[in-house]
Structure formats: structure tokens, C-alpha cells
């Protein structure tokens, strides 16, 4: 692989960029490999490259039907966050923030990832109940935050309406400084390229036709470039995944919804964080280039349409505006949907299935991106190991027949 | 001043302006003229405003391109104060009014002299697509502070940092017709489908309709197109059943022929909306159209050629000039050389000559071009270079020569000797691309003709497109498809369309063009100097080619890598270029590079127009009670629940002094403990349920038992979802036999009628039963208190004795002389009655109650002595003590559930879950702070062993945590894992700010163990 740096930039220019390498390979699939990845997004590209780095497994194809990164990777807000609820889901994302610590130079590739930190707004005296909650679950499994009241709300966004005119006046929220933003593709491109860099196989513009199973223990998959064989098969397709699940033979609980977010026009920088609120229903950031970049919830219907309804991206703004009155002059400048996979409890699945050798890891609803690299992470070693990694554990596709929930509701109420 | 000194690139004739009146505006601190009629980019031009802006990344200083919504340069701030800023205006669309004020988005110190520009110039090569992925990695910590630079560089406009002074309002619309672009080709549309009477609504983004012909050379029954256009508008606005909507662009086509409109009313009178009668005008509209037929008639783009040195000012699209010259009057610049692959290019240099400008020479990529407009151009004395192409603009802040040469467009390379040739403007033409924009909306993928050489829009049901949108450019076929287009349209509606007869359009030669897009250099395009593509984004053929030799193969990768297309130009000018360029590069044909889906919206839409009324006082609903007045003018602070507005406490003044929280809420608690308090609790979801079948659907919701109720009884119930977790709660009574009144928690009301109906309508059809929502209907008014009894008795006929009206009884009566049905109930411990009348009677009720309250010492109370009072008594509240993984077992609720009802009910079956009947899980627990005096914080979490390292094993939290009046301390309820079990355990709870508490596990009940007090 090609190390990237300062320097190197400058010897590239002078000899007029002519002489980079390709980031990823364009390889003809193999008739057989150790593992399989079927999906090519961040999670699926996270999970072979941690497969070959961390867990010496080399022979790997990711199978993606379209380009690399081209879900909802390619189609998130970009929020990076851990200060989650329940033990379990803060354990898997704080794993994730620390990974996201290091990307950059692990992959050296840089991400973006900019700890700009991420205000969960408070509107009700319930919101601050459940912010205390929530920041003091946080601080005793060690990840950070502080509950701000709306004077400290104010200081970090002077632009914000904190008055008490709001329809819902900021009471508080929840700090988490070391949250943030990173830019998505990049995320989705180093991962490819350290994972190819390792040896693995990305198959784009191949689709997963149906499993090869005998006996109930997987041992294949048919493609539209023809069958393809490997002992374990994860499957990392968010919307898609119940698809797959039924090539399977069995069912998940899964949702799939149009989610979408929309940015302006690139305006000077005027946001330093991230904003979110569950009350008012909005969250909005500032990219590196100047967009605004802002989303809210799904849409309540089901579908795999690439793109939502009008009614979403209204009230969306109008909560935008009600925050940020001094927006209602900027311009939104697109809009675009993707396909979440919702589960019931709001969690993910990482997760062995009926199939043996067959793995799932689906179900990040709104907010799988923040997550990318401890899923890629955990789910790599429990490809690697034919175990569930302890973090993974609680997440099985399981739990729903015991009962075991994890509801982050709360935490997902908007998506992020 | 005379006007040709002010406005030295004007035209003495021509053009759609008003040389009567002059308008006077500004631009980067300078003062300007133009006239009524031009855009703020024509006046620029003809006031000889070269450079606009500089670009992006490299700061190269940039003109004026096009004439529409494609420009990718001309973006200004606008705005002659704070509030009235709007950022990244395209100075092509944007009207000139009087007193205009604008400004450059870039350049420091400022647009001319720019500093940034030399770090471009120095430091482009090292910023090549992706630069910052490859770089700023180490050390680690120095991302925070390289973005910190990175960042200044951003954006374009800057927002305004007032709120905005105007307002906008949507429109709901239906239409069978909808009409998107009035140039020739809509027009005619238009024209069939309005005589059929069908509803058409025709929309335009232009300040005035007809599209190209308002500048076109060509003629129609031999007289200037725009007379046509005139006349056929005039007919359109005679229609009742027409709307003309112009300076409205269709911004995003949505499933099911859903279009949003957004209309610009004011934009073109002041930047800020002009008051009218005493009414500040609206300043946008959305129109929310749904259409039974959508036709695109939305014309296409001219495509510029890519060359070296592109952006610098005085290049432009060749259509563009001559839109400048015939609509507006003004010629951009004096000495002019087209490059062309195609005919049409040729009308630049045709009206340029006309205008009496110098046109040095005409460069046409084909080597023998022959057509109509061609024979003018020689007959002018043109000289035209064929099998050639202008392959670099010289000049730095303006055009000052082109580089032409013969190049082999196969072998992609200049195959003769550079000849150049001195002037100051350069229009180019690659040919045309549909605007598809609105088709690739739905979803629908554009399709390749490689005999236009442009993606026209795929199909999709209810929607046709015609004219340039098709790839149909001759002006007679434009007219031809709009009638068609039209007439079917109306058809497909209901209506029967005659045939309109078309005017005579010339019939003109033309030869057939050549697929160029990028022009070779005689260096390599990695080598050479820089090639434009996404002028907006600073985008280069390199970038492209270097995108896909790094393996961005997909055009969604190049676009992504190179930014191409993300402008708020959205690639208009630009895209089709760059795929031709990826194609090369990777030896594709364009359709197999694809395009990538254009998404909404078309052009840039206010943020407030998207958001309507629906923002300040009318963003969300606030909901008042009916006794909302008196608890205003009692000074009540007010609680948001849902949209309600509870009180939540009454503060009094005493000696002077308003009480706090604290002293309020302990002076209303005793009140209630000691005399009688009132709460209104109107806002309580009340649900009326009735039918042969209600009872059953009761059972089958709740989780308790409901077929022994009987009239003129009450019962609390529970409700689980089907996950077993609780999710409401509330009393409900039975009215008759086939008729109850549920009530829920305030902020569930909504959701809770919802899922009644969900389970209803989609698992239980077969239940005779309906709901309605009648929370509004009536009010409540809590009194409670040992008094409360004595208080009701002195206006009530009821019969209040004890062992006739019981506790968990209803009754109906007079109340204040009007009808209520009193409840006892008791949310407080105390002996309660809750007094339901009609909400227009609750102040009349209310008042009598304090007129005859105040020898008890009646007393208002809110929600918050509402809380303390009821955790005292351990009862939950529905949110707090709960959050969707608690089920009526872990809060001690056991009887409510009955496991042996004859049918099964929502969350039975999860219950039997393994997690759900595990031991140790939260449980609802009471805590008494060791230190009586503390009053833990909600949300607190408790630990067993407060030195455990972190992470800390957490075994629960605090859910509700009150100093409690009556008991002089601090209490609270938690759940904690067993806590069942733990009753006299001490926990631990370790705080933010390093102290901890200890608490002992005890009862939820703090007050009255025995529940007595009720029953007084």
C-alpha cells in the first residue's frame, strides 16, 4: 500500500500526480474464500479489514451488489457519538469512539473525524431527568459528558434560540465533547483500502442471489458472477438485510424505513457542534465545507426507495427554524433518503442465526454510522472465532424470542 | 452621468429592459446602474463587472457564465441589512430592483485582489481531489487545529444573525395539468391542455415566461417569437381554469405526482417583503401540487466545452451570450471567438456581430460544418476555423487571447500548430443537455441518446416530457411536442383537447454535431494547465482522470472524491462533462459510466418557504385547559406536557417576596395533606370507548381483569406493549353496560388512542367497538384533602356518604348546578374526588369551589406538589418510573395482571418470556437517603460498591427523588436489579461532583402504609 503524508503529497504534485496507485483492486472473485462479507459498506468494510489485520484472516471477499460505500454509509449525517444508555449499547459505541480515536492514522487514511463535541438537547423536565440519567450511566462506564443547564447551552451556541419565547425553551442538554463528526466516505474508502491493502477481495457490482446451505451450516453463496464459497458468510446490508435473512430461511425483526436527511447551501462557519433535539425533533451540524447538514426522524411508512416524503423535510426545518431562527433565510440546497433497518428495541443484531456459519450484523436503525468501527471490530472477531465477541453478545437476534431488549428509544429519538 | 459611460457593455437597442427608468444598486461597496428588466448578473455585464467571485479552493477570480440556473460563479451575498441577508444568491436570477446591495462570497481583502488567490496559484498542484485524506494525519492531535484553518476556507454566503423579518405560506394544489418550464415547448402544452378545460398550472422560474423565446433570433409566422408568446399568455390568463405561476420553480418531483413549487413573490421587489396596506407581503409560497399529469417542458442546458483556462473570466456559454445581447440588451465584452462542436453555437456569433461587436473568429470542432446558421455566419465574413477548438483561454482577471488549434478528437490530442488569437471573451458550446433534474427525482434513471449526445429523462407513469427536456431542439417539433404533450395529458385526465394550430416556425438546415467534451491540450491533461468541469467546486479534468487511476470507478466514487456536482449548482453545467471525461479515462461509453440521481432540490429553496406558518407562535400547537386564565392570573409557572401547559406550581407572594419551588410545593403538599388542594387535570387523556364489544377490548388491552365492573365503577388498568413493557396507565370507568370512559397519562393521549385503533382496525376487526377522543370535551378538577367531602357537599346534590359513594365509585350529578360526573378516586393518598363537567362549565365550577373553598383553605396545587404527593404513596407515573423495559411485575404490580382472563391481551405472551420472569431484574423500589436532609437527584445511579473502578457495575437509578413536607426528609423511588429482595439493603450513589450518597432500600409507600386517609 501506498503511505499517504504531507510529504508524499508534495512528491505526487511534482511529478503531477501521475504516479498514485489505485486504492482498491478491481479482482475477479475467487471460488472460494475463509470468509465472505456480503455488503460493502463501512460496517461490512470495517469487518474484513479488522478480519485481516487483527484476526489473521486474509481470505476474504466483500460482495457488494452496487459501489463500495454506497449505502447508508454514503447517506448518514456523519454523527459520532457513545453516550448511550444501557451498559450494553455504551460498551459497543464507546468501543467504536475509541477505534474512531485512532482511525486516521490506523488506516492512514484521515477521516475527518472531528471531536467537536454533541449537545442532546433538553426541552422538558422529563428530558432533564432522563439527561441526568443517561450522563451519570455515562461518567461511572467511563465515557464522558456533563449535564449543561441553558446557560451552558447558550455559550456553546450563541446563534440558538435558549429564550424563554421558544415553544419549548432549552432547559439543559447533555455534553459529550469528545462526539463529533467524520467525513463518511473517507471512512468507507480507508477501510477499503486497508483492507485490500491486507489481501481481501472487493467484489463490487456483484449481488448476492441466494445462500448455499446444507444441513443447516452455510457453505456458499450464489452471485450474479457466480457462486462463491466460504464456511462463514456475514451479512452487514442494513435495509437489505431482511432480504437476505429470507434467502436464509428465517426472519429478523426488522423495519426497513426511508430515512432523510438534507443540507443547505455552504454557508461561513456559524456551528461549531453538533445539535440534536428529541422535543423539537431536529439535529443539524456544520460541515468542513460549510453545509448544514440536518436530519430528523423516519419516515413512518415502509419502503426501499432511496428517498422519503415531503412532509418529513418540513417538519424537519420548521424544527431547524425554531431552534435557529437566523436560518430561516438560508437555502436547502438537497435532499436524499436511505433505507434503515429499524429493530424493536431500537438496538442492533450482531448475531449468530439459525444457519450455521451464517452471521448477521443489522438492525442499526438511525444511527449505525457512529458505530462503524467497534461493529466492524467485534463482528470480525466473532467471524474470526466462531464465538460472539462479549460485546456482541447481548445483541443476538435472540433476545427477542427471551425477552433480553436493550431500549434505546430514548436514545434514538431522533436519528442520528 | 450619461447611461453609456455608467453601463459601458450596454447596447444602445434591444433587449427587454426599460431604458425609461434607471435603477441604481450596489455591488461590493460600488455603486452601479441598470434597468427595470435586467438581472443583477446583466447589469453586472453591462457595467463591465468582470470578476463576480472567487472559487473555492484555488480562489481564482471568476465571472459570469451563464444566464440561468445553471451559473456556478456568479453567487452573492445579498442584502442591504442584517436581517434582511440571504446568502449564495445566484446574481443570474436574481432581478435588480432599486437600491440592491450585494457582494462577492470570497476574496480577501477583497474579490479583486486576493490574497487566498496565491495560495491557489502556489499551492493548487498539492490540492489535488482527496488531498485531505492523504495528509493532516500526524500527529494525531493536530486534526482539531488543521480543521480549525481548513474550516475559514468554507462556505460560500454567510447567514444572517437576525431573525428573518418576513414570512411565508404553503398552498395546497391540485391540478390535472401541471406545466413545469413556459418556454416554447410548455407554452404550446399549456395552451392544448387549457382549451380542453382541464386545470392546468403552469409554472416558470424565470421573472417573465417564454424561456428561449424572449431571446431567440428565430421567428414564428414570420414576426419575433415573443410576440407569439405574448399572445399565447395572453389567452392562458383569460382561462378560469389556468394558473400562471412565473418566478416559481418546480424544485423536487416526488412519488405520485406530488411537485413542490416554490414561488418567489417579493424576491424581485426588495430583499425584504414590501408592506402593503398595512400587511407585510409574504415572501415566498410554497405550492404543494398534486397533479394527475406532470409535463417537464423544462428545456435543456447548454453544455460548455472544457478547456484550459475556462474560468477566467470571459468565458462564457455561448446561449448565454446571446441571452445577454437580445434579452438584456448588453454584450459581455467586445472581441469575441466561439468554440463550438455544433450549429447552435453559432447564434452567439451571429448576434454578436449584429450587435456590432467584433467577432474575431469562429472555431468549429468539425471539420466541415454546413447548415443554415453556418451559411449566415460566412455570409456575415466570419471567419471560421474548422476542425478546430479554442484549447486555452489566456488571461489572468479577464480573457485576453485564445489558443486555438486542429484537434483529433478520436486520438484525443491537438494535431496542428497554436495559433492565438487576441479578445475578450470566449463563448463555447458543447450542445445541450436535457434538464432531467425533475424526472431523476422519482427514482426514474435517465436513458443515453447518442444521437443528441444527452441523457433524456427515463420514464415514469402520470409525467411527459417534450421539447429541449426531450432532446427535441428544432423550434417547429418544440411547438409540435407540446401540443402533443398536452393534448394526451388532458386526455389521460378526463378531458378531450382539440388541436391547436401551431405557428409557422422556419425550417431551418443544420448539420450534425460532434461529440466533444473535453478539448485536448498539447499536454497531458494531468500535466497541462488546469481544465474546469465543476467551475463551482473548482473540479478539474485531472481531478477526474486522477480519481479513476486511484480505482473510483463508479461515478458516484468520482463524484464523491472530486466533489463534482455537490454546488449549489448541483452539476448543471458540469456533469455531463465529467462523465464524458471518466468515460475516456476509463474507456467507457458515457451510459456506462452512468449518471448519478439528481435529488431535490432543483435549485436552492429558503429554509422558511419549506417551513411555512409552521414556525414561531405557530410551530407547534400549545394547549390550554379551560381554567388556563385563572392559573395565568394566579401567577402559576407553567410545565409543558405534550403540548400542554400545566401549571406546575403556584408561587405566592410572601412579605413581598415570590416563594420558591421549594416553598411553594411544600406549602401546596400540606395543604392538600392537611385541608384540601385542587389540581386541574383536564389535560389527562380521556378516551370514550363504546360498544357491544367494549369490555372484551378492554381486557384485551389492559392487562388486569375488566368483565366485573360495573356501572358506576372505576378501576386503574395497565398497559403493556407487546413487549410486556408498560407503557400507560389510568382509571377507567364503566358508564353503562357498552360504554366507558378510558383516561390516559397527558402526553400519551394521542398515542394511546392510536394504538386502541391500530388493534382494532388491524388485529380485531371482529370487536364491535369505537373510540373517541374526548379529553378536550371535558375538564377536571382534582379537590383532595381530608376537607374535600365537606367542600363538594356544599354545592353538589350528590350523595357523598362514604359507604354509598365509595372509594373507586363514580357518580353523576350536579356539581355548581351544571351536570358532572364525579369520580373517587385518588392519585394524592387523601380522600379525592375528581369533578368532570363540560369545559365550557369548568370556570363557572372552579370559582364556585374557591368561593366556598376558602374557609377549608382551599388550596391550587400543580404538578409538581402532584409528584411529591404521589410518591409519597408510591404510585407511578408513567415515563418516569418506566421507560419501556418495566413490566407491571418489576413495579410491585403483580395484581394487576390477570394471567386466567378468558382471551389472551396485549404483552401476555411476552411476559412468560425467559427475561422477563428472570430474578434480579429493575425493580421498583423506595430509597431513604441516610441523611435525611438529602434529597438525591433523579437520574442518580446507584451502585453497590461505590469503589469499584470504573466502569462501575450500576444496579439502577433513581426514577422520581422530592423532599417530602409531610415526612420532613428527602425520599425516593428507584429501580434497582432485585430490589424485591433488597428492602433494608444500603446502595450506594456516587455523583458527578464526587460525593456520595447512601440510601437505604425501603417500601414505595412513604405516607399512610395502610392507605386510610382516602377513606376519611
Not at chain 2, 475 to 487: C, P, S
Request: hydrophobic share 40%.
Amino acid at each position: 500500500m501506498q503511505r499517504y503524508s504531507g510529504f508524499g503529497l508534495v512528491k505526487h504534485a511534482l511529478s503531477h500526480h501521475e504516479n498514485w496507485e489505485r486504492q482498491w483492486r478491481n479482482p475477479t472473485p475467487k471460488k472460494q474464500y475463509d470468509v465472505i462479507i456480503v455488503g460493502g459498506g463501512g460496517h461490512g468494510l470495517a469487518t474484513a479489514y479488522y478480519l485481516a489485520k487483527e484476526f489473521g484472516v486474509k481470505n476474504v471477499a466483500v460482495i457488494e451488489k452496487g459501489w463500495l460505500g454506497g449505502g447508508n454509509t454514503a447517506r448518514n449525517t456523519t454523527i459520532v457519538r457513545s453516550n448511550y444508555l444501557w451498559d450494553e449499547s455504551a460498551v459497543l459505541y464507546e468501543h467504536a469512539m475509541k477505534l474512531w480515536e485512532g482511525l486516521s492514522q490506523d488506516l492512514n487514511y484521515n477521516v475527518m473525524f472531528s471531536q467537536r463535541g454533541v449537545l442532546n438537547l433538553g426541552h422538558t423536565l422529563q428530558d432533564m431527568r432522563d439527561i441526568q440519567r443517561r450522563v451519570n450511566a455515562n461518567r461511572l462506564n467511563g465515557i464522558d459528558g456533563e449535564v449543561l443547564d441553558a446557560k451552558g447551552v447558550q455559550a456553546l451556541v450563541p446563534i440558538m434560540d435558549c429564550s424563554k419565547n421558544a415553544r419549548y425553551p432549552v432547559m439543559g442538554a447533555s455534553w459529550q465533547p469528545r462526539a463529533g463528526v467524520a467525513r463518511h466516505d473517507a471512512v468507507a474508502w480507508g477501510y477499503a483500502r486497508g483492507a485490500d491493502a491486507h489481501g481481501v477481495d472487493i467484489l463490487q457490482q456483484t449481488e448476492v442471489t441466494g445462500f448455499k446451505i446444507r444441513d443447516g451450516q452455510i457453505y456458499g453463496v450464489h452471485t450474479n458472477r457466480g457462486d462463491i464459497e466460504a464456511k462463514t458468510v456475514g451479512c452487514v446490508a442494513a435495509g437489505n438485510s431482511s432480504v437476505l435473512a429470507k434467502m436464509g430461511g428465517f426472519n429478523l425483526p426488522l423495519e426497513s424505513h426511508p430515512l432523510q436527511a438534507l443540507v443547505s447551501e455552504p454557508i461561513k462557519p456559524i456551528l461549531d457542534t453538533v445539535v440534536m433535539s428529541n422535543q423539537v425533533h431536529g439535529y443539524i451540524s456544520q460541515s468542513d465545507k460549510g453545509d448544514l447538514v440536518i436530519g430528523a426522524g423516519i419516515d413512518g411508512y415502509n419502503g426501499y426507495g432511496q428517498r422519503g416524503s415531503y412532509p418529513t423535510v418540513e417538519h424537519t426545518l420548521q424544527a431547524i427554524v425554531e431552534m435557529f431562527p437566523i436560518f430561516s433565510r438560508v437555502r436547502m440546497n438537497r435532499q436524499w433518503g436511505g433505507i434503515v433497518d429499524t429493530c424493536p428495541d431500537a438496538c442492533p443484531i450482531i448475531s449468530k442465526t439459525p444457519v450455521k456459519g451464517l452471521y448477521f450484523n443489522c438492525g442499526w436503525g438511525t444511527g449505525g454510522f457512529k458505530a462503524t468501527p467497534g461493529s466492524g471490530h467485534v463482528f470480525a472477531a466473532s467471524l474470526a472465532k466462531g464465538e460472539m465477541h462479549p460485546i456482541a453478545e447481548p445483541f443476538s437476534m435472540f433476545r427477542f424470542h427471551s425477552g433480553a431488549l436493550i431500549d434505546e428509544h430514548g436514545a434514538a429519538g431522533v436519528a442520528h | 452621468m450619461s447611461q453609456s459611460k455608467q453601463q459601458m457593455f450596454r447596447l444602445n437597442t434591444g433587449g427587454r429592459i426599460d431604458r425609461s427608468r434607471t435603477l441604481s444598486f450596489t455591488f461590493n461597496g460600488q455603486r452601479y446602474q441598470g434597468h427595470p428588466g435586467d438581472t443583477l448578473a446583466s447589469a453586472l455585464l453591462a457595467n463591465g463587472v468582470d470578476i463576480v467571485n472567487r472559487s473555492f479552493k484555488y480562489s481564482r477570480p471568476r465571472g459570469i457564465v451563464a444566464a440561468g440556473a445553471e451559473e456556478p460563479n456568479a453567487i452573492v451575498q445579498l442584502g442591504s441589512n442584517e436581517a434582511a441577508q440571504v446568502p449564495n444568491v445566484r446574481a443570474t436570477q436574481q432581478a435588480l430592483f432599486d437600491g440592491l446591495t450585494a457582494c462577492s462570497t470570497n476574496g480577501w481583502p477583497n474579490v479583486q485582489r486576493d490574497l487566498m488567490g496565491l495560495v491557489g496559484k502556489l499551492g493548487g498542484q498539492f490540492m489535488p481531489p482527496g488531498f485531505y485524506y492523504k495528509t493532516f494525519m500526524a500527529p494525531a492531535s493536530m486534526w482539531l487545529t488543521y480543521e480549525k484553518y481548513i474550516r475559514k476556507a468554507a462556505g460560500l454566503g454567510r447567514s444572517p444573525m437576525e431573525a428573518d423579518p418576513d414570512s411565508y405560506d404553503h398552498f395546497n394544489q391540485h391540478c390535472d395539468v401541471l406545466v413545469v418550464g413556459a418556454g416554447a415547448a410548455g407554452l404550446a402544452a399549456a395552451l392544448a391542455a387549457a382549451r380542453s378545460g382541464a386545470r392546468v398550472i403552469v409554472a416558470d422560474e424565470q421573472e417573465e415566461m417564454g424561456g428561449s423565446l424572449l431571446a431567440s433570433r428565430e421567428t414564428l409566422e414570420g414576426k419575433p417569437a415573443d410576440q407569439w408568446v405574448a399572445r399565447v399568455l395572453g389567452e392562458l390568463a383569460s382561462y378560469e381554469n389556468v394558473t400562471l405561476l412565473p418566478r416559481t420553480t418546480a424544485n423536487g418531483y416526488h412519488d405520485h405526482n406530488f411537485v413542490t413549487l416554490h414561488e418567489r413573490r417579493t424576491e424581485h421587489l426588495g430583499d425584504t417583503a414590501p408592506v402593503e396596506n398595512g400587511h407585510r407581503q409574504v415572501r415566498a409560497r410554497l405550492h404543494r401540487v398534486r397533479a394527475g399529469q406532470v409535463i417537464l417542458s423544462t428545456g435543456a442546458h447548454e453544455r460548455p466545452l472544457v478547456y484550459a483556462g475556462n474560468d477566467v473570466p470571459g468565458n462564457l456559454l455561448a446561449g448565454a451570450v446571446s441571452t445577454y445581447i437580445r434579452r438584456y440588451g448588453v454584450a459581455p465584452g467586445r472581441k469575441l471567438v466561439l468554440s463550438t462542436s455544433n450549429d447552435y453555437g453559432y447564434r452567439a456569433a451571429l448576434d454578436w456581430k449584429e450587435a456590432g461587436c467584433e467577432v474575431v473568429a469562429i472555431v468549429d470542432a468539425r471539420e466541415a460544418p454546413a447548415g443554415d446558421w453556418v451559411d449566415a455566419a460566412r455570409a456575415q465574413g466570419i471567419k471560421i476555423i474548422t476542425g478546430s477548438a479554442v484549447i486555452e483561454a489566456k488571461g489572468s482577471n479577464r480573457v485576453t487571447a485564445a489558443r486555438v488549434a486542429k484537434i483529433d478528437i478520436d486520438a484525443f490530442k491537438v494535431s496542428g500548430p497554436v495559433q492565438e488569437l487576441a479578445c475578450d471573451t470566449i463563448a463555447s458550446s458543447g450542445g445541450y443537455s436535457p434538464v432531467i433534474h425533475l424526472a431523476s427525482h422519482t427514482g426514474a434513471r435517465p436513458t443515453w441518446r447518442e444521437d443528441i449526445l444527452g441523457f433524456v429523462p427515463g420514464l415514469v407513469k402520470g409525467v411527459q416530457a417534450c421539447g429541449g427536456a426531450k432532446g427535441t431542439y428544432t423550434l417547429g417539433d418544440v411547438l409540435a411536442e407540446g401540443v402533443e404533450a398536452g393534448i394526451r395529458a388532458a386526455a389521460t385526465t378526463g378531458y378531450t383537447a382539440q388541436t391547436v394550430s401551431l405557428p409557422s416556425a422556419e425550417r431551418l438546415q443544420q448539420g450534425p454535431a460532434v461529440a466533444l467534451f473535453q478539448v485536448p491540450h498539447e499536454k497531458s491533461t494531468l500535466r497541462g494547465p488546469k481544465q474546469f468541469v465543476d467551475l463551482q467546486n473548482d473540479v478539474t479534468a485531472a481531478g477526474i482522470e486522477l480519481a479513476t487511476r486511484e480505482g473510483f470507478e463508479s461515478i458516484e466514487h468520482i463524484k464523491r472524491y472530486t466533489a463534482m456536482g455537490f454546488g449549489t449548482d448541483q452539476g448543471k453545467l458540469g456533469n455531463i462533462n465529467g462523465m464524458a471525461i471518466a468515460a475516456r479515462c476509463l474507456k467507457r461509453s458515457i451510459p456506462e459510466v452512468g449518471t448519478t440521481v439528481f435529488r431535490p432540490n432543483y435549485t436552492p429553496v429558503t429554509f422558511g418557504a419549506i417551513v411555512g406558518r409552521h414556525c414561531r407562535d405557530l410551530f407547534d400547537p400549545e394547549r390550554y385547559t379551560a381554567l388556563h386564565h385563572w392559573h395565568v392570573e394566579r401567577g402559576a409557572e407553567f410545565e409543558d406536557v405534550g403540548q400542554w401547559k400545566r401549571p406546575w406550581y403556584y408561587p405566592q407572594k410572601v412579605n413581598g417576596k415570590a416563594e420558591t419551588i421549594q416553598e411553594a410545593v411544600a406549602r401546596e403538599c400540606l395543604a392538600v395533606r392537611e385541608k384540601v388542594g385542587i389540581l386541574d387535570a383536564s389535560t389527562l387523556g380521556k378516551i370514550d370507548i363504546q360498544g357491544p364489544d367494549a369490555r372484551e377490548f378492554l381486557a384485551r388491552v389492559y392487562t388486569n381483569k375488566w368483565e366485573k365492573l360495573a356501572v358506576g365503577k372505576c378501576r386503574y388498568g395497565l398497559m403493556c406493549k407487546d413487549d410486556g413493557m408498560v407503557t400507560d396507565d389510568g382509571v377507567t370507568s364503566c358508564l353503562a353496560e357498552n360504554h366507558f370512559l378510558m383516561t390516559t397519562t397527558t402526553g400519551g393521549a394521542a398515542a394511546i388512542l392510536e394504538w386502541l385503533e391500530l388493534w382494532h382496525q388491524t388485529e380485531w376487526p371482529e370487536l364491535d367497538v369505537y373510540f373517541s377522543s374526548v379529553t378536550d370535551h371535558w375538564a377536571t378538577m382534582t379537590i383532595t384533602g381530608p376537607e374535600a367531602r365537606k367542600l363538594l357537599a356544599e354545592i353538589s346534590d350528590i350523595d357523598l356518604d362514604r359507604d354509598s359513594f365509595k372509594f373507586m365509585d363514580w357518580r353523576s350529578g350536579k356539581v355548581a348546578g351544571v351536570p358532572a360526573r364525579v369520580f373517587r378516586i385518588s392519585f394524592t393518598g387523601e380522600l379525592t374526588f375528581e369533578i368532570n363537567v363540560q369545559a365550557n362549565y369548568a370556570m363557572h365550577v372552579w370559582q364556585t369551589l374557591f368561593k366556598h373553598g376558602e374557609k377549608y383553605g382551599l388550596t391550587p396545587y400543580g404538578t409538581e406538589t402532584m409528584h411529591v404527593l404521589r410518591a409519597e404513596k408510591g404510585f407511578i407515573i408513567v415515563g418516569q418510573e418506566t421507560d419501556g423495559s418495566v413490566t407491571p411485575e418489576d413495579l410491585g404490580m403483580q395484581w394487576a395482571i390477570g394471567y386466567d382472563k378468558p382471551y389472551s391481551w396485549i404483552g401476555k405472551r411476552a411476559l412468560t418470556r425467559s427475561d422477563t420472569k428472570r430474578e434480579n431484574r429493575k425493580q421498583l423500589v423506595g430509597l431513604r437517603p441516610k441523611d435525611p436532609k438529602v434529597v438525591l437527584e433523579e437520574g442518580a445511579q446507584i451502585v453497590l460498591d461505590p469503589k469499584h473502578a470504573i466502569p462501575m457495575p450500576m444496579v439502577g437509578h433513581v426514577t422520581s427523588s422530592y423532599y417530602s413536607p409531610i415526612l420532613d426528609s428527602g425520599f425516593a423511588l428507584a429501580v434497582v436489579k432485585g430490589g424485591h429482595q433488597r428492602l433494608g439493603e444500603t446502595v450506594y450513589l456516587p455523583m458527578a461532583d464526587g460525593q456520595t450518597f447512601e440510601a437505604e432500600i425501603v417500601s414505595t409507600i412513604f405516607y399512610d402504609p395502610k392507605g386510610e386517609r382516602q377513606n376519611v
